[in-house]
C-alpha cells in the first residue's frame, strides 16, 4: 500500500529540507574558497539562482543540484549527509528505520529519500518521488551504473534518444554515462527504488 502523508506536513518539511541544503551547499562553496560568481561560472546556473538556492528561497533542480556537486568536487550524495530526520539509523548501520531515511527535495516535485544506511560504500538505494506532471526535462549523465524498479504511478523514462513509458512491476537498468532524464506524465504521483553503482549520484 502506497505511503500516505500529510500534505500540510509534507509542505513544512519540504521548506526545512530547502533551507538546511540550501545552508550546506553555502558551507561547502565557502570551504572551498569559491565565490557565488565562480560557482556561477563553474555551474552555468546563474548568480541569482544560487543565491536563492542557498537562501532556501528556491529548490535546486537534480540536474543543478549535479551541477554544484560535481562543482564543488562532491557528489549529489554528499548532501545527504547532514540532512538526517530526527531519527537516525540503527547503531549497527545495517537497518535504516522509515522515520530515519535522510531526503534532498528538489524544484518540480521530485525527492529523493536514502535507503542505505551508509555513505561511503559502493551503492546508493533511493526511494524517488515523482509528482504529476513534473520530472527532468534535460539529460544528464555521470559516472557508474544504475537501474530501478517502478513501484506505483508511470514513468517515462528517456535514454540518449530512446523512451519508455513504464507502469508499476516494470524495471530498467542503463550505463550512467549515457545521457538520460525521466518525468512522470500520469495524474498520480510516480515512485520509483533507484540504484546507483558506484555512489556517484
Not at 546556473?45 to 533542480?61: D, F, H, K, N, V
Not at 525527492?111 to 515523482?130: A, K, V, Y
Not at 513501484?151 to 530512446?162: H, K, P, R
Request: hydrophobic content about 40%; overall charge negative.
Amino acid at each position: 500500500m502506497e505511503e500516505r502523508r500529510e500534505p500540510r506536513e509534507d509542505a513544512a518539511g519540504a521548506a526545512d529540507l530547502g533551507t538546511r541544503l540550501g545552508q550546506m551547499i553555502r558551507a561547502l562553496r565557502r570551504d572551498r574558497k569559491l565565490t557565488l560568481a565562480a560557482l556561477s561560472e563553474a555551474t552555468g546556473l546563474s548568480l541569482g539562482l544560487l543565491s536563492q538556492i542557498e537562501r532556501g528561497l528556491s529548490e535546486p533542480s537534480v540536474k543543478a543540484l549535479h551541477l554544484i556537486a560535481g562543482s564543488l568536487g562532491v557528489t549529489v550524495g554528499w548532501f545527504f549527509r547532514e540532512d538526517a530526520a530526527p531519527a537516525t539509523p540503527a547503531p549497527d548501520e545495517v537497518v535504516v528505520r522509515r522515520g530515519a531515511r535522510r531526503q534532498i527535495t528538489y524544484a518540480g516535485g521530485i525527492s529523493d529519500e536514502l535507503l542505505t544506511p551508509q555513505m561511503g560504500g559502493q551503492l546508493e538505494f533511493l526511494l524517488c518521488r515523482i509528482a504529476p506532471g513534473t520530472g527532468i526535462e534535460e539529460g544528464y549523465a555521470h559516472e557508474g551504473e544504475e537501474g530501478g524498479y517502478v513501484v506505483a504511478g508511470t514513468l517515462e523514462l528517456t535514454v540518449e534518444t530512446q523512451s519508455w513509458t513504464l507502469q508499476a512491476g516494470d524495471s530498467f537498468g542503463f550505463a550512467s554515462h549515457r545521457p538520460h532524464r525521466y518525468r512522470n506524465p500520469g495524474t498520480h504521483e510516480t515512485v520509483v527504488i533507484w540504484a546507483v553503482t558506484p555512489a556517484s549520484f
